[in-house]
């Protein structure tokens, strides 16, 4: 069974900054694509940013600008920095593992980011 560990989501008033992080296997973070997908209430999960094992990134639109996702190879962890935060950042925060080539995919238990004063 292979575990995503979550951490560093909490409560933030608007403006703020969040830094959320996941652990992954070696085997598995050497060889995946690393995501961040989001999960509002009433809403459908979508994502957020992703950065390959290459290191290129891409961000959703209602993102880009704010947030940062980066990874590092030496721990097998990567990072999401959220900055100036809104309330519609509400959301669950997933970590996802996924193989291009054989769509092999993970997920992490998620973790709970709230926006508000």
């Known amino acids: 069974q292979v575990q995503l560990v979550e951490s560093g989501g909490g409560l933030v008033q608007p403006g703020g900054s969040l830094t959320l992080s996941c652990t992954a296997p070696g085997s598995i973070f050497s060889n995946y694509a690393m995501g961040w997908f989001r999960q509002a209430p009433g809403k459908q999960r979508e994502l957020a940013a992703v950065?390959?094992?290459?290191?290129?990134?891409n961000y959703a639109d209602a993102v880009k600008g704010r947030f940062t996702i980066s990874r590092d190879n030496a721990k097998n962890t990567v990072y999401l920095q959220m900055n100036s935060l809104k309330p519609e950042d509400t959301a669950v925060y997933y970590c996802n593992a996924h193989n291009v080539y054989t769509k092999q995919s993970y997920w992490g238990q998620g973790t709970q980011g709230t926006v508000s004063s």
């Open positions: 950065i390959t094992n290459g290191g290129s990134t």
